[in-house]
């Protein structure tokens, strides 16, 4: 079965480090690969996706992503964080065969602390 | 002026109630869903529409209906509530023809607490 694995439950970083948040999907084809954050309270905001084509993707906010085949693996990098980034962040990966239906891992909530 | 929007956004009820949640999106969308976010914060899929067709209808209880008027509108009922129906639901629209490229832009959730 398609899942997507964030092995990071929580991550505190200071602020003005780099920061990396893991992702693994298991899926037997070349998925669509998202990452989603979600401020306390609010709905989920696309950060960045992934398709086809250059594997290194840019995001907003900053954000970058590497997919890696060969390791099944999406993660999510910024350089320099800032304390506005604190929320959680959702690591997804869309079935096309399915509609759009997206599978999300069980989220990483990132901790800033100054 | 908010592009997916959820009414209402806090519900608490008692159990064996029927409650519904409204969801709107003004982008012009064609595909819509709701999803439910756990205690533990996992967010699963229920359904997803396009153009008022039902296109996902995952392993959700015969309690929850999704009823879909207009491609901008996704309401989605509850009957009879169980303590474990307890989550926020969320609402979310894309632009696709439900073959799935399009980002998916989420309403601000609806939390329902069942007493």
């Known amino acids: 079965a398609q899942s997507v694995t964030q092995p990071d439950i929580h991550i505190t970083v200071s602020e003005g480090a780099s920061l990396e948040l893991r992702c693994n999907y298991s899926?037997?084809?070349?998925?669509?690969l998202f990452w989603y954050v979600q401020s306390p309270g609010q709905g989920l905001q696309l950060l960045l996706k992934?398709?086809?084509?250059?594997?290194l993707v840019q995001g907003i906010k900053g954000f970058e992503a590497e997919f890696k085949r060969s390791q099944s693996s999406f993660n999510l990098r910024k350089p320099s964080v800032h304390w506005s980034d604190a929320a959680e962040y959702f690591c997804?990966?869309?079935?096309?065969?399915?509609?759009?239906?997206?599978?999300f891992g069980a989220g990483t909530i990132l901790r800033v602390k100054s | 002026d908010t592009a997916v929007s959820q009414t209402p956004k806090y519900l608490v009820t008692q159990m064996g109630n029927d409650k519904s949640i409204k969801c709107e999106q003004n982008l012009g969308h064609d595909t819509m869903y709701w999803y439910k976010q756990d205690s533990k914060k996992f967010l699963k899929i229920m359904f997803s529409?396009?153009?008022?067709?039902?296109?996902i209808n995952e392993t959700v209880p015969n309690r929850f209906s999704p009823k879909s008027p207009d491609k901008a509108h996704l309401n989605l009922h509850i009957n009879s509530l169980e303590l474990g129906d307890s989550a926020v639901y969320f609402c979310a629209s894309s632009q696709d023809d439900g073959g799935g490229t399009g980002e998916l832009f989420f309403g601000e959730g609806s939390r329902l607490t069942v007493l």
């Open positions: 992934y398709f086809s084509g250059d594997t």
């Open positions: 529409y396009n153009n008022k067709e039902l296109i």
């Open positions: 899926y037997g084809a070349t998925p669509y």
């Open positions: 997804a990966v869309g079935l096309m065969e399915y509609g759009n239906k997206l599978v």
